[in-house]
Nanobody
Framework: QVMLVESGGGLVQAGGSLRLSCTASGRTFSSANMAWFRQAPGKEREFVAVIKRTGGSTAYADSVKGRFTISRDNAKNTVYLQMNSLKSEDTAVYYC??????????????????WGQGTQVTVSS
């Protein structure tokens, strides 16, 4: 069993930055593709970004492309999401996710094997 624990959420003004971290327990982290999702109140959980198990490939939702950067450190079992130029519409609970299937440039929730508990990001305008 893999446990994912997110941190780094909080309240930030529009235009500001936050960095989310997600640390995994267990020895399977380096074999999992890792992703970030988010869910705003009353909306479905949506894909934000994904990074290949090796860290060599990344992909982003159009809504965050150019503002967010996903990265990982397999030695630390940690994946990051650097969020810059934040907008009010980025307000959501952000979830870390891992899956062991084939890397794809867009992930749907049904593909995910492991979920974190979520961390709240609130952007004030």
């Amino acid at each position: 069993q893999v446990m994912l624990v997110e941190s780094g959420g909080g309240l930030v003004q529009a235009g500001g930055s936050l960095r989310l971290s997600c640390t995994a327990s267990g020895r399977t982290f380096s074999s999992a593709n890792m992703a970030w999702f988010r869910q705003a109140p009353g909306k479905e959980r949506e894909f934000v970004a994904v990074i290949k198990r090796t860290g060599g490939s990344t992909a982003y939702a159009d809504s965050v492309k150019g503002r967010f950067t996903i990265s990982r450190d397999n030695a630390k079992n940690t994946v990051y999401l650097q969020m810059n130029s934040l907008k009010s519409e980025d307000t959501a609970v952000y979830y870390c996710a891992g899956y062991v299937g084939t890397y794809e440039i867009k992930v749907v929730p049904s593909q995910v094997d492991y979920w974190g508990q979520g961390t709240q990001v609130t952007v004030s305008s």
